[in-house]
């Protein structure tokens, strides 16, 4: 059994079909990243799975669990978490009361002070800076933030929405290289972003979003090598 299932699901703005039958398997251990060009679906489909946008219809499973129905907080609960794009810290707060807030799961807030000192280890910017407001960060300081702030709730699954938006290119390596120290942890990891030249190298598996639909999946390998992909988003022949 897939760690989460999303089976057929339909979203709508009003009278705008954002999603189409949309069906994702995702197992445990993996990191699938999610492409499409701007406007395909892709933020959509990660906000619809968080319980943020209620689906018209579909099903969305978590171990088996349906999911569809639930709040945001109850999702966060059962151990699926959103690094939303644009980030969406607490600017005014300190780094550390924004990773206080981010381990309040019944799970997690036992060892709330225990997982602050590891986030702090694993992100030593974040350590020198627990008294700094979110807001005065730099942009990769504030997507380590971000990241922290969900690894606090001890999740099973990371969605994590364009991570590397408008980062430098040394900046977005070492964000990629901490998605996969935290997938070496044992957390799974669902990507949308827009490096996909970086982020098919990073991924176990990939799926293709346009216009709404799932168009191609597959090995990120073997998506990296498909004539479409390589022509609509790697610039290549």
């Given at each position: 059994m897939s760690l989460l299932s999303v089976r057929n699901?339909?979203?709508?703005?009003?009278?705008?079909?954002?999603?189409?039958?949309v069906s994702l398997e995702v197992d445990e251990g993996e990191i699938v990243v999610i492409v499409g060009a701007n406007g395909a679906g892709k933020t959509t489909t990660?906000?619809?799975?968080?319980?943020?946008?209620?689906?018209?219809?579909?099903?969305?499973?978590?171990?088996g669990e349906h999911?569809?129905?639930?709040?945001?907080?109850?999702?966060?609960?059962?151990?699926?978490?959103?690094?939303?794009?644009?980030?969406?810290l607490?600017?005014?707060?300190?780094?550390?009361?924004?990773l206080l807030v981010g381990g309040q799961t019944a799970r997690s807030?036992?060892?709330?002070?225990?997982?602050?000192?590891?986030m702090e280890e694993r992100?030593?910017?974040?350590?020198?800076?627990?008294?700094?407001?979110?807001?005065?960060?730099?942009?990769?300081e504030q997507q380590m933030l971000a990241i922290a702030r969900a690894l606090m709730?001890?999740?099973?699954?990371?969605l994590m929405d364009e991570p590397s938006i408008g980062l430098s290119p040394l900046l977005t390596a070492q964000i990629f290289a901490m998605i996969r120290e935290v997938n070496q942890t044992g957390i799974t990891v669902i990507l949308v972003e827009q490096n996909v030249v970086q982020s098919l190298a990073l991924a176990t598996r990939a799926y293709v979003i346009a216009e709404g639909r799932v168009v191609l999946q597959g090995l990120a390998a073997e998506i990296r090598g498909h004539a479409d992909v390589k022509r609509a988003y790697l610039g290549e022949a």
């Open positions: 699901l339909n979203v709508s703005y009003g009278d705008f079909k954002a999603l189409h039958g990660m906000n619809s799975i968080a319980g943020i946008l209620r689906a018209r219809s579909g099903e969305i499973l978590l171990s999911i569809e129905r639930k709040s945001p907080r109850e999702i966060v609960e059962r151990g699926l978490v959103l690094v939303p794009e644009g980030r969406h607490f600017a005014e707060m300190t780094v550390q009361e924004n807030r036992r060892r709330l002070h225990v997982n602050v000192r590891t992100f030593p910017i974040l350590g020198r800076r627990r008294g700094q407001a979110a807001g005065t960060l730099s942009g990769g709730s001890e999740p099973r699954i990371l």
